[in-house]
């Protein structure tokens, strides 16, 4: 099945500092998805990108699907920032395949 | 507008015992349905997915069984749960024509003692 990694694993920054998180999978891709799950669970649709870029305040996503990977960039990182980012690529109209997730920690 | 609920939020059980765990649909038809288990505060393993009322694709093979006995009902059973089946359990939809995009409920946390 389609691999999808992350990178990096874990990241710690100060608040205020900006980040890009990466997402590659190995084979072509029909729909991405970026996820941010907070400290009590939630899984929180942050993108819907197939291709192309988005923008949504502080965050902002850019997919290019023809060389198979996608970039989250966080600026003016806040501590509300904190947790697990994911990526979730679907390949066909069926299964969705979550990337390993990158844990932010935001200090103050 | 479409939401998805899941309950028990949270559950204890004992070593061999059942579980049901519910998740359903509202405001959408005929939706994919999803259970994914988290085990370890990382990373998302696909258990079952559903693509109408009784279709169920298995990806993993362990104790548990999915049903689907409504088009907007997901339903994730064991008939005697492992300590190794402890983790945070999480339903999750979309629509099921075209490459939409997908939600997910509130998930349910289950500890097995």
């Known amino acids: 099945g389609i691999q999808v990694e992350q990178s990096p694993p874990d990241l710690i920054l100060q608040e205020g500092a900006n980040s890009t998180l990466r997402c590659n999978f190995s084979?072509?891709?029909?729909?991405l998805q970026w996820f941010h799950q907070n400290p009590w669970g939630q899984l929180i649709n942050l993108f819907y990108?197939?291709?192309g870029t988005k923008q949504n305040g502080r965050l902002s996503a850019t997919t290019v699907a023809t060389e198979r990977y996608s970039l989250l960039y966080i600026s003016s990182s806040q501590t509300t920032d904190s947790g697990v980012y994911f990526c979730a690529v679907m390949k066909g109209y069926q299964k969705v395949t979550f990337g390993t997730g990158t844990k932010l920690q935001v200090i103050p | 507008s479409q939401t998805i609920h899941q309950w028990p939020a949270t559950l204890v059980q004992p070593v061999g015992s059942p579980l049901s765990l519910e998740c359903t649909v509202e405001?959408?038809?005929?939706?994919?349905l999803y259970w994914y288990r988290q085990a370890a505060g990382r990373g998302l393993q696909l258990l079952f997915y559903s693509v109408g009322i009784g279709q169920i694709s298995s990806e993993v093979p362990q104790n548990l069984s999915a049903s689907r006995p409504q088009d907007r009902q997901f339903i994730l059973s064991s008939k005697k749960l492992l300590l190794s089946d402890s983790g945070f359990y999480l339903c999750?939809?979309?629509?099921?024509?075209?490459?939409?995009?997908?939600?997910f409920g509130e998930g349910s946390r289950l500890t097995v003692l």
């Open positions: 084979d072509s891709v029909n729909n």
């Open positions: 990108i197939p291709s």
């Open positions: 999750a939809w979309r629509q099921g024509r075209g490459t939409g995009e997908l939600f």
């Open positions: 405001g959408t038809s005929n939706p994919n």
